[in-house]
């Protein structure tokens, strides 16, 4: 069974400062799927960004980037320019892409706050 | 409606109550979650509908019955609910087989069992 571990429960950034938070994750499969998303107070949850694990590129959009590592299975998310709008709690997720397996498979999640 | 919708919001229901909870999504998808939120443990996969199948139940108690009538609309029924079943209930949908596989959430609906 695959497993996801975020370490920082809590993190904090100056306001456009740029903050990483760290994902690892555990999986026996050599092709999957690997997300970050966002969860606002608001509470709904945001798709921020995925990525395959054939692409080596890592994937971008906008501020923020993602520093994939197959190997060390290591998934990292960069936000840039941290605005107050950023504050939220980001879960990593995993997804297999085999028929039949369909759940995502997240980590506990880590809050980040942005501090003006 | 856009995205992924679901009623109500909030509920607050007692252990001998029976409620249902409603997710519609209007994204075309054809596979339908429902997931379970508590406080400081990962989201919690309850039930997967894929291709109107159900595919998955996760060893969820009996005291929740999913229904998916139609790839557009999924329900929770709840029934003699314990107070540790408290918690925010996440529907999601994604489209199967087409080489993304990214859910998209629903806003929720807060229960709470008194």
């Known amino acids: 069974a695959q497993t996801v571990t975020q370490s920082q429960p809590e993190m904090s950034v100056q306001e456009a400062e740029t903050v990483t938070l760290s994902c690892t994750y555990d999986?026996?499969?050599?092709?999957?799927?690997l997300f970050w998303y966002k969860q606002p107070p608001s509470r709904q949850m945001i798709l921020v960004i995925r990525q395959e694990a054939y692409k080596q590129q890592n994937a971008t959009e906008n501020r923020f980037s993602v520093n994939f590592q197959k190997a060390a299975k290591s998934f990292s998310l960069k936000i840039s320019d941290s605005q107050l709008g950023d504050a939220a709690m980001y879960f990593c997720?995993?997804?297999?892409?085999?028929?039949?397996?369909?759940?995502?498979?997240f980590g506990t999640g880590t809050r980040l706050t942005i501090i003006p | 409606e856009t995205g992924v919708t679901q009623t109500p919001r909030h509920l607050v229901m007692g252990m001998t109550n029976k409620k249902s909870l409603k997710c519609e999504q209007h994204l075309g998808h054809n596979a339908m979650y429902w997931y379970k939120q508590s406080a400081k443990k990962p989201l919690e996969l309850m039930f997967v509908?894929?291709?109107?199948?159900?595919?998955e139940n996760n060893s969820v108690p009996s005291r929740f019955s999913p229904e998916c009538p139609n790839s557009s609309h999924l329900f929770l029924h709840l029934h003699t609910l314990q107070p540790e079943d408290s918690a925010l209930y996440l529907c999601a949908s994604s489209q199967e087989r087409a080489n993304s596989y990214e859910q998209y959430f629903g806003p929720g609906t807060r229960l709470t069992v008194t």
């Open positions: 999986t026996s499969e050599s092709d999957y799927y």
């Open positions: 509908y894929s291709l109107e199948e159900r595919v």
């Open positions: 997720a995993y997804r297999s892409p085999l028929f039949g397996n369909e759940k995502l498979t």
